[in-house]
C-alpha cells in the first residue's frame, strides 16, 4: 500500500513521502496562480478551480482569494458553493461540502491528526479523517472544523466556533466546543 493509499484510507502514514510531497507542490503552485488571478476574470477562476478540486457541482463557484488547500482533488464541493477570504482546507482525507454552502471569511477545514506524543510526532508520521457538510449551510467566519467531523443539512456554525464533535441537521451551532443551541423549524 502506498503511502497516499494510506493516507486516504485514514492509516498512518508518512508526510514525508517524496509523492505526497510531489503532489503537494504542484497544488501549491495552481494555488498561487489562482491566488494571483484578478477577481474580475471569473470565468478563469472558475476554470482553475474546477480543474484543481476533486468535484465542482456547477459554475456558480466562488471562492475569494487567498484559498489554500493541501491536494485540492479531495475537495467536493456541491451547486451554489460559496467561500470568502482565506479559506483553508487540509484535504489529506475527503472534504465533502454540499449544495448551497456558504463559508465565511477565515475558515480552516483541517483533516490531518498529529500525535500528542512528540517523539511519535517529530517522525512526521500522521493520519487523517475526512469531513462532510451537508447541504444548506453556513459557516460563520473564523470556524475551524477538526478531523472527523461530520455537520447535518441546514445548519448554521455561529462565528469563531470550534467544531470538535458532529452536528445534527436543522441547528445553529456555536463555542468552544461548538455544540446545537437552537433547533431550526424546518417546516416552513
Given amino acids: 500500500m502506498t503511502e497516499k493509499e494510506k493516507m486516504l484510507a485514514g492509516l498512518p502514514y508518512s508526510a514525508i513521502d517524496e509523492q505526497l510531497l ?5 497544488c501549491k503552485d495552481v494555488l498561487h496562480r ?13 476554470h482553475m478551480l474546477k480543474e484543481l478540486l476533486g468535484h465542482v457541482g456547477d459554475d456558480n463557484i466562488l471562492i475569494n482569494q ?3 488547500c493541501d491536494y485540492g482533488k479531495h475537495i467536493s464541493v456541491g451547486k451554489r458553493f460559496f467561500a470568502n ?28 491528526c498529529h500525535s500528542t506524543d512528540p517523539v511519535e510526532r517529530n517522525t ?20 475551524t472544523i477538526l478531523a472527523g467531523v ?13 467544531v470538535t464533535r458532529d452536528i445534527p441537521n436543522n441547528v445553529v ?4 466546543p461548538c455544540r446545537p443551541v437552537k433547533t431550526i423549524n424546518d417546516n416552513k
Avoid at 510531489?22 to 504542484?26: S, V
Fill in 22 to 26: 510531489k503532489e503537494l507542490n504542484e
Fill in 34 to 46: 489562482y491566488n494571483e488571478l484578478l477577481p474580475s476574470l471569473r470565468t478563469e477562476r472558475t
Fill in 66 to 68: 487567498p484559498f489554500y
Fill in 85 to 112: 477570504f482565506n479559506f483553508t482546507v487540509l484535504d489529506e482525507a475527503l472534504v465533502t461540502i454540499g449544495d448551497d454552502c456558504f463559508i465565511g471569511p477565515n475558515v480552516g477545514i483541517y483533516t490531518a
Fill in 124 to 143: 512526521r508520521r500522521e493520519w487523517a479523517l475526512p469531513v462532510t457538510i451537508g447541504d444548506n449551510v453556513w459557516i460563520g467566519g473564523s470556524v
Fill in 150 to 162: 461530520t455537520i447535518g443539512d441546514n445548519v448554521t456554525i455561529g462565528a469563531g466556533s470550534v
Fill in 173 to 176: 451551532a456555536v463555542g468552544n
